[in-house]
């Protein structure tokens, strides 16, 4: 089950915070997509940077998987994602997140060709406040 290990590869890299391990389970040409943001990073190297800023934003942010389902060179993974979001604004006090969210992976090779990750963009803004 070699897209059982990457998937867990995947999750191992986003909970120790390493945009560059994360970066290299993906084909140079990846991408990733946030549907709710309307956004698509090209490219490996995009991607990493995408995670760094999105670290800076929610620096304790955990992913509770859900288990996964695959078919062929698809899998979905539910997932629980809680975290602390850090206003920048002075005085203004953390406020705790909470998403249910999905992503979905296009593999090939042994690689990430694509992931999407779908979650509720409204919830998301009325829990930052």
Same mark, same amino acid.
């Given at each position: ?15 120790? %915070?390493?945009? /560059?391990? #994360? &970066?290299?389970? $993906? ?8 549907? +709710? ?32 389902? %695959?078919?062929? /060179?698809? #899998? &979905?993974?539910? $997932? ?8 920048? +604004? ?40």
């Amino acid at each position: 089950m070699p897209h059982a290990s990457l998937i867990d590869r995947f999750y191992a890299a986003y909970a120790a %915070r390493d945009a /560059d391990a #994360v &970066a290299a389970l $993906y084909h140079t040409d990846g991408w990733h997509e946030e549907v +709710a943001m309307s956004k698509r990073r090209m490219g490996a190297a995009a991607v990493a940077a995408g995670l760094q800023g999105f670290w800076q934003m929610l620096p304790d942010v955990v992913w509770d998987r859900q288990g996964y389902i %695959r078919a062929g /060179d698809h #899998v &979905a993974v539910p $997932y629980r994602m809680t975290a602390t979001f850090r206003p920048r +604004a002075e005085g203004a006090l953390p406020r705790a997140i909470a998403l249910d969210g999905l992503h979905l992976f296009e593999l090939r090779d042994g690689l990430i060709l694509g992931s999407k990750d779908m979650w509720d963009l409204d919830l998301f803004k009325a829990q930052m406040g």
